[in-house]
Structure formats: structure tokens, C-alpha cells
């Protein structure tokens, strides 16, 4: 008996994979209807900006009293906002094309290109324009969850069978899939 290898994404990717979301992951497996052996989220490592952390808020709240940004001992009440795990997402669905901008630092992140993935050749060597994605509440700041399935066979952390990405809104929560694809 054969097991998935123990490959943990694509390499352009590998740094930026972390600990999968529970909620996006559960919505990426009901929603595809192949396996899905590797759940990941996608975070970005870029340096600390004027955005303070929970510690910080906490702390300057205590020092303002009752006039400061939050109640004294209170806690933002979403972690995932405080870290640096949301991008703008752009896509072009006809050519296969991802892109995720952190909302901190600006950072680009090509999360999916078929050309990459699957070993496609372009008729140009222009890289397609992308256009912004936004939720149907307007949000343009999204957490990202990449599923991966390697072959039994594979040899490489790109050699992907399929793989899915959600994302969740960070306005409303609601969690869309915009991309589930298997190589051919």
C-alpha cells in the first residue's frame, strides 16, 4: 500500500503555506468532490508595519482609559485580522491565472498559474492581466486556503494532481471558491 508523499506544496509557495483554517478548510473539502490531502493557508512574512498588534492595542487602550480605541482588558474579538494573513485577490478565470496582494506590505503572490502547475506553454510570453475580485458584500480583503492532492507517484512538490482555493471575506465571513482544478 502506497501512501500521498510527504510534500507540503509547490516550492514558490512553501514559505508562505501555514496552518490550514478550519473553516476554510472544511468549506474547500464539502465543497470539491476529489480528495484533498494537504490544507494550507496562505500568510505573508512581510516586516512589521505601523499596524499595532493585540498586545499594543490592549496597551494603549489601558493608557487612554475610556477614551482609547478599545475597553480597557478587552481583546480584539478576530486574531486573524491582527496577523498578516489578508490579501487582495485578483484572477483571470479563462487563463488560469491567481494572483493575492498582502494588504500590509503589498507584497504580489502567484497562487495559481497553470502555466506554473501544469506545465503549459502561452501563445505570448505575456503573463494575462488579472482583474480584482470582490465578495458580493464588497470586500476586497480576503483570508486565503489552498487544498492540494498530490499523485501517489509524484516526484516533486509541483507535481500536483488537483488543487482548490477558497477564500473567506474578512467583512462578512462568507467563504467562496474560486478556483478547483486538475491537471490534464
Same mark, same amino acid.
Given at each position: 500500500?502506497?501512501?500521498?508523499?510527504?510534500?507540503?506544496?509547490?516550492?514558490?509557495?512553501?514559505?508562505?503555506?501555514?496552518?490550514?483554517?478550519?473553516?476554510?478548510?472544511?468549506?474547500?473539502?464539502?465543497?470539491?468532490?476529489?480528495?484533498?490531502?494537504?490544507?494550507?493557508?496562505?500568510?505573508?512574512?512581510?516586516?512589521?508595519?505601523?499596524?499595532?498588534?493585540?498586545?499594543?492595542?490592549?496597551?494603549?487602550?489601558?493608557?487612554?482609559?475610556?477614551?482609547?480605541?478599545?475597553?480597557? !482588558? #478587552?481583546?480584539?474579538?478576530?486574531? &486573524?485580522?491582527?496577523? @498578516?494573513?489578508?490579501?487582495?485577490?485578483? =484572477?483571470? %478565470? *479563462?487563463?488560469?491565472?491567481?494572483?493575492?496582494?498582502?494588504?500590509?506590505?503589498?507584497?504580489?503572490?502567484?497562487?495559481?498559474?497553470?502555466?506554473?502547475?501544469?506545465?503549459?506553454?502561452?501563445?505570448?510570453?505575456?503573463?494575462?492581466?488579472?482583474?480584482?475580485?470582490?465578495?458580493?458584500?464588497?470586500?476586497?480583503?480576503?483570508?486565503?486556503?489552498?487544498?492540494?492532492?498530490?499523485?501517489?507517484?509524484?516526484?516533486?512538490?509541483?507535481?500536483? !494532481? #488537483?488543487?482548490?482555493?477558497?477564500? &473567506?471575506?474578512?467583512? @462578512?465571513?462568507?467563504?467562496?471558491?474560486? =478556483?478547483? %482544478? *486538475?491537471?490534464?
Amino acid at each position: 500500500m502506497s501512501s500521498q508523499p510527504p510534500f507540503e506544496g509547490p516550492l514558490h509557495l512553501r514559505r508562505y503555506l501555514g496552518e490550514e483554517s478550519d473553516v476554510v478548510g472544511k468549506a474547500i473539502r464539502a465543497a470539491v468532490s476529489h480528495s484533498v490531502s494537504i490544507m494550507r493557508s496562505v500568510h505573508c512574512t512581510c516586516p512589521t508595519s505601523g499596524v499595532m498588534d493585540s498586545a499594543g492595542m490592549r496597551m494603549a487602550a489601558e493608557r487612554a482609559g475610556s477614551s482609547g480605541l478599545l475597553p480597557a !482588558g #478587552t481583546e480584539p474579538k478576530d486574531d &486573524r485580522r491582527q496577523l @498578516c494573513r489578508l490579501f487582495a485577490v485578483e =484572477l483571470n %478565470e *479563462e487563463d488560469g491565472v491567481i494572483k493575492a496582494f498582502c494588504r500590509r506590505c503589498q507584497k504580489m503572490f502567484i497562487i495559481f498559474d497553470q502555466t506554473l502547475y501544469w506545465g503549459m506553454r502561452r501563445k505570448t510570453g505575456i503573463v494575462p492581466k488579472t482583474y480584482p475580485y470582490r465578495c458580493s458584500c464588497g470586500g476586497h480583503a480576503f483570508e486565503i486556503g489552498i487544498g492540494f492532492d498530490y499523485y501517489e507517484d509524484a516526484i516533486d512538490e509541483n507535481d500536483i !494532481g #488537483t488543487i482548490s482555493v477558497a477564500v &473567506r471575506c474578512a467583512a @462578512c465571513d462568507e467563504i467562496s471558491m474560486i =478556483l478547483d %482544478e *486538475e491537471a490534464s
